[in-house]
């Protein structure tokens, strides 16, 4: 067993992990965070994209020892008490998601579409930098209005 | 995944001593392509030795007409690098290219190119624009360093520290790529260097390879047009669900004009 120390939504965590521990399964087994979701579990789908240190990446294909002295941000992260965060918000906003399974990577994938490109964002930019996130609910239309809508808020 | 040791070194000489020290022990760069094996239990190694912790390794330096790009630099770092859009635009946009945001966050140079995936878009960089890679014994030509499908000229325990990647005059990469996997089907990398003209293509063969039958094609007359009659070896192509060898055999004249004429 390893120990490992990182933030998690800003909160200082230990845990003893396996090395083999993927960070998902310490997110979700050992934390509870559970919105973080295993969609695929072959980093295709992006249910279980997380920030690490400010970046994208799918947790399913991140060991959780990697994450060691790590600044970990979940979807638990993002709101304020209950207040939702503008991305959440959007996605509720422009009926964002059907079943919700993808909808944690979404948001998150979206903050970090936001993070480079900023808050005015075309669709173009937007199909294509989700390219990694996969629904199959929506056909994306309305996910793809939400991250605009919610770039935007977050601008404001 | 099976058990295994989990080692983070801080140098590359400690990195060094933990593998040849290891039963059967595997260096992780990003992990986007070694994670999922071991998830598969295709590979399961005693020993993973994390490249992570190694600042040495990681980083951008443009000297003169070299641009280095350290082992574990990110396909996200080198896509957005003011300095290698200025000096190799053709580099930056192939690496923005790999996969999606999420792996190019974690997915590294040193890692693409220690795989060797027959499918992989950075050999054919490191190939077509006659990059060095200096590992901890010694520099390897490019063009030396894919010997095979998933095979290098790496030795046992031997460790990718940089690549150092000389400014051509001109190049582009075009990919046909898989729409799901963003792997190439096939990928053409042209250069126009002093030298003469390079290329190199990807996911056609069993591993990326110096094209140089483009290069005579292309020596006298650096346009689209000389390629007109090129035909790509069908009898040397892959073949899979993918795409058939006359079918990849046609993409590689076809990747490879639009790679031209985008050098333009």
Known sequence: MSTINLAVNGQSVSGEVEPRTLLVEFLREQLRLTGTHVGCDTSQCGACVVMVDGKSVKSCTMLAVMADGCDVTTIEGLAEGTELHPMQQAFMDNHGLQCGFCTPGMVMSGLDIVNRHGNELDADTVRRELNGNICRCTGYQNIVKAIRAGARAMGD | ?264
């Open chain 2, 1 to 264: 995944m099976y058990e295994f040791s989990y080692h983070r070194p801080a140098s590359v000489a400690e990195a060094a001593e933990l593998i040849a020290n290891a039963a059967d022990g595997k260096l992780v760069a990003g992990g986007q392509t070694l994670l999922p094996t071991m998830k598969h239990r295709l590979a399961s190694p005693s020993d993973v030795i994390d490249l992570g912790g190694i600042a040495e390794m990681s980083g951008i330096v443009v000297n003169g007409n070299i641009v280095t790009v350290g082992a574990m630099t990110t396909h996200a770092e080198v896509a957005a690098s003011s300095e290698i859009r200025e000096a190799i635009p053709a580099l930056a946009a192939l690496a923005g290219n790999i996969g999606d945001p999420a792996v190019r966050n974690r997915g590294t140079l040193g890692g693409s190119i220690a795989n060797n995936d027959p499918a992989a878009d950075y050999p054919a960089a490191v190939i077509a624009l006659g990059a060095t890679v200096r590992t901890n014994r010694r520099e390897i030509a490019g063009e030396d360093f894919f010997t095979a499908m998933f095979e290098t000229a790496l030795e046992e325990d031997e460790i990718i520290v940089a690549v150092d990647f000389p400014r051509p005059d001109a190049a582009s990469y075009m990919k046909f790529e898989n729409p799901a996997s963003r792997y190439a089907i096939v990928g053409v990398f042209v250069a126009r260097t002093a030298a003469g003209p390079r290329a190199a293509v990807t996911g056609a063969t069993a591993c990326a390879h110096r094209a140089w039958r483009l290069e005579e094609a292309l020596q006298a007359d650096f346009s689209a047009s000389a390629l007109d009659d090129f035909e790509a070896p069908v009898d040397k192509m892959n073949a899979d669900i993918h795409a058939g060898a006359e079918y990849r055999a046609h993409l590689v004249k076809v990747m490879a004009q639009r790679a031209v004429a985008a050098c333009a």
